[in-house]
């Protein structure tokens, strides 16, 4: 598994960074975040110097700030600690890690990413319930071995205030030919609906265990 090409050990949300391509027209540079010191931050601080390459965690992070006023959300993995009996011994709450970008430029985003969603572009994420706002791109880069390979994005989020989400998908295609309609954003965007169309039938699935 260590020497398969696919790599399927490697640790994608977090790990490793990947060109934004052409989603870097929607999102704006962000600024210098000023992190905490955990090793849980580290991947997020990793990739300032040499924007636009990104983990998929951070650009999910981007989109979160994007869906409000531009506040990066504090990533968190455990929201709460029970005992054996069921009390709950410590909470987390939602937190802010850092300021991604300004209000402005947070309306500016989202204005995008709607136009996307009411286009060809990602008109398979609409939804009139969930009220969805996407944006898709791709990107080519060559890996540490010189071999080039196709990126694509699709990253979301819905508008519903009780229940709000994000999405952020990457689909990798390591056949890059130049003559090849770039077809894998509108599979990362189909997944992405797929991902939305699960979590509209089970609002409350992290409350009830693992999903399905």
Request: glycine share 6%; proline share 8%.
């Amino acid at each position: 598994l260590r020497k398969a090409a696919d790599q399927p050990l490697l640790n994608r949300v977090t790990g490793k960074t990947y060109p934004l391509g052409s989603l870097a027209a929607v999102f704006p540079e962000p600024r210098k975040l000023q992190l905490k010191a955990t090793s849980l931050y580290r991947d997020l601080e990793a990739d300032e110097s040499v924007y636009p390459l990104v983990t998929p965690l951070k650009l999910c992070l981007m989109t979160c700030a994007a869906a409000g006023s531009g506040q990066m959300p504090e990533p968190r993995v455990i929201r709460e600690v029970t005992n054996d009996s069921g009390a709950v011994v410590s909470a987390f709450s939602p937190s802010v890690l850092g300021q991604y970008c300004s209000p402005e430029q947070a309306d500016g985003i989202r204005s995008r990413m709607k136009a996307a969603v009411a286009s060809e572009e990602a008109g398979m994420l609409m939804d009139p319930v969930l009220n969805i706002y996407a944006a898709v791109g791709s990107a080519k880069a060559s890996d540490e071995n010189g071999e080039a390979h196709r990126y694509h994005w699709c990253t979301a989020f819905n508008r519903q205030p009780d229940l709000p989400w994000a999405v952020t998908v990457l689909v990798e295609d390591p056949n890059v030919d130049p003559a090849e309609d770039p077809s894998g954003s509108t599979a990362a965007a189909l997944i992405a609906r797929d991902l939305f169309a699960w979590l509209k039938i089970h609002p409350h699935w992290e409350e009830s265990g693992k999903p399905d």
